[in-house]
């Protein structure tokens, strides 16, 4: 296995289990620290979490794989998600995604050439009141912090 948590990640991973009745219990917390250590969970990520939580590799791969929150591959520096459930959808969401998949050149979950943008529909971010939204980045981006847009529109931000 070649992906290991740094010591300041590894301090992380106790104060976290410590948390938990038993180890297992820890699985989605500690897949976000491997986001965050990583830039997103691959395989031998998923191996890797499993053989600290003894849990079987695979069974670490249907959860990472079940929750949208989990990049499964490295994403760009801005990553876009754009929201289409119902409050979004029916108030322009999917124009939006259609708008940017044709701005940057790319499909759903696609990142750039540069490298700079993933775009990914995704299915809440919590605005139903002030729907469609647009979140740049997550709580894992340790670099660039999260920013909000609700009350979209393609005419919102088209100069």
Same mark, same amino acid.
């Given at each position: 296995?070649?992906?290991?948590?740094?010591?300041?990640?590894?301090?992380?991973?106790?104060?976290?289990?410590?948390?938990?009745?038993?180890?297992?219990? +820890?699985?989605?917390? %500690?897949? =976000?620290? !491997?986001?965050?250590?990583?830039? $997103?969970?691959?395989?031998?990520?998923?191996? #890797?979490?499993?053989?600290?939580?003894?849990? +079987?590799?695979?069974? %670490?791969? =249907?959860? !990472?794989?079940?929750?949208?929150? $989990?990049?499964?591959?490295?994403?760009?520096? #801005?990553?876009?998600?754009?929201?289409?459930?119902?409050?979004?959808?029916?108030?322009?969401?999917?124009?939006?995604?259609?708008?940017?998949?044709?701005?940057?050149?790319?499909?759903?979950?696609?990142?750039?050439?540069?490298?700079?943008?993933?775009?990914?529909?995704?299915?809440?971010?919590?605005?139903?009141?002030?729907?469609?939204?647009?979140?740049?980045?997550?709580?894992?981006?340790?670099?660039?912090?999260?920013?909000?847009?609700?009350?979209?529109?393609?005419?919102?931000?088209?100069?």
């Amino acid at each position: 296995m070649s992906l290991a948590f740094s010591d300041a990640a590894m301090r992380r991973f106790e104060k976290i289990v410590s948390r938990y009745p038993n180890k297992q219990a +820890a699985l989605l917390p %500690v897949l =976000h620290l !491997a986001q965050e250590e990583f830039g $997103y969970v691959p395989p031998e990520a998923m191996e #890797y979490v499993g053989s600290l939580l003894d849990v +079987a590799p695979i069974k %670490v791969q =249907h959860v !990472a794989t079940f929750y949208t929150m $989990y990049n499964l591959k490295p994403v760009g520096r #801005y990553h876009v998600q754009v929201c289409t459930n119902i409050a979004c959808y029916l108030t322009g969401g999917p124009e939006i995604l259609a708008h940017l998949k044709r701005k940057l050149g790319v499909e759903n979950k696609g990142t750039t050439a540069d490298g700079l943008f993933t775009l990914e529909e995704v299915e809440c971010l919590a605005a139903c009141g002030t729907a469609p939204a647009i979140q740049v980045n997550d709580k894992t981006d340790r670099e660039w912090p999260i920013v909000y847009h609700e009350n979209q529109s393609v005419a919102s931000r088209t100069p």
